[in-house]
């Protein structure tokens, strides 16, 4: 409980209406996007300035309240449940474009800045910002930083990571500490920018970051391949790659998934396909015309049933419509869906996906796998309802099974959803007892109390 | 505590609909609400959580939960942008609806609805008598936009710039009507609507002269009812349920092919909410009647066969198009006005940025929440400014009275107009 004393401390740093302790608003900021349980705060703060962001955070330690930092709040690993009676800080009152620099080709912007908003106002100018979270329409920077998002662009363009040249942060009391640069070189102190990068609100809490940006390709192509096994929808994505063919997105769909976008948006799909690749060129035109006949030539040879190239505007919107839809179309089928992100390296797709098919009829569930085939990034999507306690055992058990078998095949818990609460306890299986050991070493020097975000990526050892 | 049991078990009879969100947040990036003030509590997924907590009694707090579930327009934004497909307004409606039961009606809203709006003829006798009084109490600020604003400061007016009630309602003008189908073959039974009859009464001329012009036949019954929305949003099932009961009777006496309205919510409530709302003795008339309703525009491009004319790009009128939540996310209804205002002779159509944004005016929202109202309806005000129209046109008489305001009290000139008027007009002075 926090004394009367204390919430006006806080009320005078962020104002009187940017401070709840209403048990009632307090609910609202007891859960995230995850399907973990939810866990209620003991205040909510929205600071509007970057000076009383600083001092909310020094607030919290001085006081030893645990701070969860919350953006958006679509995490999807519990990285913005609070602990209880801690304080959530929504970063949404900082959202500033601070700048677009077309000279230099990088952006300015405050922690609360929304994802899409940025990628369209850089687009404005001809420039782009590749990182695409499914959630961009909502998400913020700070929040896909914190959480190192990815998106459907990994294969070419890499994950948020790739553009983060800089960032300043609040230590754990209150000062300021400034990482990387406006520069595309820059070799001066520790790159704490890479340890802030998927950080998860454990170690500082963001003020500012510096965003690269690239020039936006010319042309865009996007083409739909049918295929009536999985393995040969893999080999077709291996030719491409052999091919030394790197395009922007190539996603895949299981059949389940096709049968479900199928009923949900009657676009025409083969509902007895086993997998359906869909791939987006994008660059010079040129290039992008002729990569993508090499690439329709290679998915015949590879023994594509049908393939579909969109010939304007119109039909890539319907080729990615399909895409879109995947995720609302196996939403609609059962109360809970538990969205899993375990990824192989790429040559191991057909093996990740016979793997959830066993897993799948092991333990007598629906799961219907889509994802992002080119960087080996898998959504298997448990279907499920998680008032059936016996079913919900048997989906953690097939959770664990899923990392298991990532895991052997040299893969990883997450490509771009983040640790979090819900894979914390598998850490260490992935790493090993010193990874653990260090971290935790790490995250004690930095932050004594243990204060920010605590119990999230790892639980602190020794 | 055994109150909250009973509440947490009325709130059960919504878990099936409530279970379907998965919190994923996407309703954050439409919601005319949250966009203004950042707070869970005002975008779809927080509502929903609250709601969700009292059923599973995670908190002792109804007053709160309906409190906050007041601060929604109800435009329906997130419901049309949700992945998992939640009925979010149908869910609203009815914990309204249970949570007013439970907690009672404050005593002003139930003098309203149960005093005035459930009785159709006591309503049209006060607003009558606001009319002839109006005069008084206020001034005209605007004439090209038509609005007014207080003589004195009053705490209910504020500094609004507001639509002034019409000197003699329309059905005071034309009481009924019943013609038969003309060149056509169609006939229509027309459903006023409260603020057409009492604020826009030209909006219901407009669409009689437009009806007569393209030989489709009326059924105008006298003495209609408010649609009931009024009521079911502040959670009052019994007043609606009369309302209901009160026009179904009305129209049962006609002979018509499709129910028109001018309204977009009127439409929207008709065909969307009494089906699902209306008690069982209701029910299967009310479905029968909502499957035939129909937006008027929908109807004149559908079914009469209006096509825009071959002037409309050399048109004197630049007129942008503001999209109602009502007609553009509950009905999908968002071609058909466009092609009305085209098919407007000297009507030149340009497009605003977003215009399927929310105005804002959300019916009591605007009165209970005017700060947030006003924040939400300046934005669309800047947009519609930016197109430089001097006309601007929309299918609900309730964002004509929002938007009216905004554009005024910014000193604009933009007429604010139905597409149907602005038909309308192109007959009268090209044809006869």
């Known amino acids: 409980m926090l004394s009367d004393s204390l919430i006006r401390e806080f009320k005078t740093v962020v104002g009187d209406e940017n401070a709840w302790t209403d048990a009632t608003d307090l609910h609202t900021y007891s859960y995230d996007a995850a399907v973990v349980d939810a866990v209620r705060p003991g ?24 701070l969860t930092v919350r953006g958006a709040g679509t995490n999807l690993s519990g990285g913005t449940v609070p602990l209880p009676g801690g304080v959530v800080v929504v970063t949404n009152g900082l959202k500033a474009i601070v700048e677009i620099n077309e000279a230099d080709m990088y952006a300015v912007v405050q922690p609360g800045v929304v994802t899409a908003k940025l990628a369209a106002a850089v687009e404005a100018k001809g420039l782009f910002y590749p990182p695409d979270p499914g959630s961009q329409a909502v998400s913020t920077i700070g929040g896909n930083v914190a959480e190192n998002a990815g998106g459907l662009r990994g294969l070419k363009y890499g994950v948020t990571r790739d553009y983060v040249m800089g960032l300043s942060f609040f230590d754990v009391n209150g000062n300021l500490v400034k990482s990387g640069s406006r520069t595309v070189k820059c070799a001066t102190g520790y ?38 096994s999985v393995e040969k929808a893999s080999e077709a994505v291996a030719a491409v790659i052999a091919n030394r063919i790197v395009p922007a997105t190539l996603e895949f769909m299981d059949n389940y998934t096709i049968r479900a976008v199928e009923d949900f948006s009657k676009a025409g799909l083969p509902t007895d396909a086993a997998a359906m690749l869909l791939v987006e060129l994008d660059g010079h035109a040129a290039q992008v015309e002729e990569d993508a006949a090499r690439v329709e030539t290679l998915c015949r040879d590879m023994g594509a049933i049908s393939i579909r190239v969109a010939s304007d505007a119109d039909e890539r919107d319907r080729v990615w419509a399909a895409r879109r839809a995947a995720l609302s179309a196996l939403a609609q089928r059962k109360p809970t869906l538990v969205l899993e992100d375990a990824t192989v390296p790429r040559s191991r797709i057909p093996d990740m996906v016979a793997a959830i098919q066993r897993i799948a009829k092991r333990y007598d569930l629906t799961i219907g796998t889509f994802g992002h085939a080119g960087d080996g990034n898998l959504h298997p999507t448990i279907l499920t309802d998680k008032r059936d306690p016996a079913e919900w055992a048997r989906v953690e058990k097939a959770i664990d099974a899923i990392f298991d078998d990532a895991l052997k095949m040299g893969g990883t818990l997450s490509g771009e959803h983040g640790t979090g609460l819900a894979k914390s306890r598998y850490l260490e299986k992935e790493t090993s007892a010193g990874t653990i050991l260090f971290s935790s070493r790490l995250k004690r020097a930095l932050d004594p109390k243990n204060i920010l975000n605590p119990g999230k990526i790892f639980s602190a050892k020794e | 505590m055994a109150s909250m049991e009973a509440l947490a078990r009325l709130m059960r009879e919504l878990e099936d609909q409530l279970i379907v969100c998965m919190r994923c947040g996407m309703c954050q990036s439409v919601c005319p609400v949250f966009d203004q003030t950042g707070r869970e509590a005002d975008v779809a997924r927080g509502k929903l959580a609250l709601l969700s907590g009292l059923m599973e009694q995670m908190f002792d707090d109804p007053e709160g939960v309906y409190e906050r579930l007041s601060r929604c327009l109800l435009c329906g934004s997130c419901a049309a942008n949700c992945p998992s497909g939640v009925r979010v307004q149908e869910i609203f409606l009815k914990a309204r609806a249970i949570l007013s039961g439970y907690m009672g009606l404050p005593p002003a809203k139930r003098l309203i609805l149960r005093g005035m709006l459930a009785k159709p003829a006591v309503f049209d006798r006060l607003t009558e008598w606001g009319a002839r009084f109006q005069k008084i109490f206020t001034r005209p600020v605007n004439d090209i936009v038509g609005t007014s604003c207080a003589r004195v400061m009053s705490p209910l007016i504020q500094d609004r710039h507001f639509r002034t009630l019409a000197k003699v309602p329309f059905h005071r003008q034309v009481p009924a009507l019943d013609r038969p189908a003309g060149k056509s073959g169609l006939k229509v039974a027309l459903f006023t609507g409260c603020l057409i009859d009492k604020m826009f009464p030209n909006i219901a001329h407009s669409t009689i002269r437009v009806l007569e012009h393209l030989g489709v036949g009326i059924f105008l019954p006298d003495n209609q009812g408010c649609c009931g929305i009024p009521a079911l949003s502040s959670g009052d099932l019994d007043t609606f349920n009369r309302l209901l009961a009160h026009n179904l009777a009305r129209f049962a006496a006609g002979d018509f092919d499709v129910l028109v309205t001018a309204c977009a919510t009127c439409t929207s409530t008709i065909h969307e909410v009494w089906p699902t709302m209306a008690d069982e003795r209701h029910r299967d008339a009310a479905v029968k009647l909502a499957e035939r309703t129909m937006d ?32 553009k996310k509950s009905l999908k209804v968002f071609v058909e006005p466009r092609t009305v205002i085209q098919a407007a002779r000297g009507c030149r159509l340009k497009e605003m940025a977003q215009p399927d944004w929310c105005c804002g005016m959300g019916g009591s929202f605007n009165l209970q929440y005017y700060d947030l109202s006003k924040g939400i309806g300046e934005k669309k005000a800047d947009q519609i400014k930016a197109t430089g129209a001097d006309t601007l046109a929309t299918g609900c008489p309730a964002c004509m009275i929002q938007i009216s305001d905004m554009l005024s009290r910014a000193g604009s000139k933009i007429a604010v107009r139905h597409p149907v008027e602005l038909l309308a007009e192109g007959l009268d002075d090209h044809s006869t």
């Open chain 2, 296 to 327: 008027i525009n929908q109807f004149l491009v559908r079914d009469a066969g209006l096509e825009p004319s071959a002037a409309a790009t050399d048109g004197t009128h630049t007129v942008t198009y503001h999209d109602p939540c009502h007609l």
């Open chain 1, 43 to 66: 205040l909510i703060v929205r600071p509007t300035t970057t000076a009383s962001l600083g001092k909310a955070v020094r607030l919290c330690n001085d006081n030893g309240l645990p």
């Open chain 1, 191 to 228: 790159n704490l920018t890479g340890l802030m990068v998927g950080s998860e609100g454990t170690l500082g809490v963001f003020a500012e970051i510096i965003l690269k940006l690239i020039p936006l390709p010319a042309h865009r192509k996007a083409m739909m391949a049918v295929f009536e």
